[in-house]
């Protein structure tokens, strides 16, 4: 297994550093639950925008290893609330998620005046990636 390196970091950027839907698996009492999300990937971390009341939600908070899988990619990592959308420590990302998303963030699913509206990150732990007929065994800590 290697170190995320330059040029795996750039296939990541360029298959999921824009709006991407990827497979985002939980698990509860040893059932696994697999769902689609909107993602944005940056530096070793998918970012959601969802709901803190949701059942995925419930399910990270007990138990924070999640998988997910994407285009000729599947990884796993760990779940992190960082909180309300709006916040001030979430500008930043807030920002780059309003641009990966624009085509659909101001359609009304999200309601941004309700702090329950957050960001998911999964900060990934290990991952295979297929590019080009070559599989990269990728360590993102």
């Known amino acids: 297994m290697e170190k995320l390196a330059n040029h795996t970091a750039q296939i990541m950027r360029e298959r999921f550093g824009r709006d991407s839907i990827i497979a985002l698996a939980t698990a509860e009492n040893n059932i696994p639950y697999v769902r689609s999300v909107d993602a944005y990937y940056e530096d070793g971390a998918f970012y959601i925008i969802t709901y803190a009341l949701s059942e995925k939600m419930k399910q990270l908070e007990k138990n924070p290893t999640a998988a997910v899988s994407g285009e000729w990619f599947t990884a796993h990592g760990t779940a992190e609330n960082l909180g309300y959308f709006g916040s001030a420590e979430n ?5 780059k998620l309003k641009l990966a998303f624009a085509e659909w963030i101001d359609n009304g699913h ?4 309700d702090e329950n509206t ?3 990150c999964i900060r990934l732990t290990d991952g295979v990636l297929l590019s080009n007929g070559v599989r ?3 360590d993102f800590t």
């Not at 999200?110 to 005046?113: E, G, I, L, R, S």
């Open 91 to 95: 500008t930043h990302i807030a920002e």
């Open 110 to 113: 999200n309601n941004f005046d």
């Open 118 to 120: 957050i960001i998911l």
């Open 136 to 138: 990269y065994e990728i």
